[in-house]
């Protein structure tokens, strides 16, 4: 005989949980990444000046290019370091 | 024929209206701390002169602000940094660049466009009027001996 599941089993609750789907540059509609916004520009470098990987940054590939020519900028500028 | 081909392409290039079409740009001074500290006016001064050389049309002229540097710059390690907005034709934003190689006060200068900034970048509120201390300053300020009022006990010194 085919055992039949019990009928007031519970259904498991799908939980959806929606990712980030713009980076946060596209979030905030920002045309310009400015060079001067040096918290922001520190945000998306390691601890040794380096810049971060998109993939670990999660910035679109336009922002992303906006992003390191702000951060060469920066560093022309000697806001930033080049290396730590 | 080739040379001819070759001309008209060169003409193509360079005789265009964009070297001499007037544009809105960006440019942040480098100058010693030190120097801008004693001699504010001189540093302003030499900044309008090489402005004025490149006969633009300055919209405006700040005080962006002052800090330690991320590495030393001539070997000076704190620089302070002034801002100006300016109008002027494209093909003489490299001799407002050689004049800034050429003095001995600016230390640095980088000049951007700004057409692909809004109004409200241009207008944002300098870090030097908003008198908030990067870090690197307040790490310097640490070291320096903390102004801070301390109530001194009401001990005469004869009775120590």
Known sequence: MRKTAP???KKKV????????QCRFCRDKKKYID?????????LLTNRGKIFSRKRSGNCAGCQRKVNQAIKRARFMSLLPFTV | MDSDRKKTKVLFVTGGTSLETKRVYEALFLVDSGLAAAQWDHVMELIQKILDRA?????????WDERKLAYPVQGKGRGTYILAYFECVSSIIRQIERDVQLSEEILRVLVIRT????????DKPTPAMLGRSDSDAEKSGGSEPAVEEVPLPNIAIEDV
């Open chain 2, 115 to 122: 057409d692909r900034m809004n109004p409200a970048d241009m």
């Open chain 1, 7 to 9: 009928p007031n089993r």
């Open chain 1, 14 to 21: 799908m939980t959806t949980i929606r990712e980030q789907t």
């Open chain 2, 55 to 63: 006969q633009s049309r300055v919209i405006s002229i700040r005080k």
């Open chain 1, 35 to 43: 060079y001067k916004d040096i918290d922001v520009l520190q945000k």
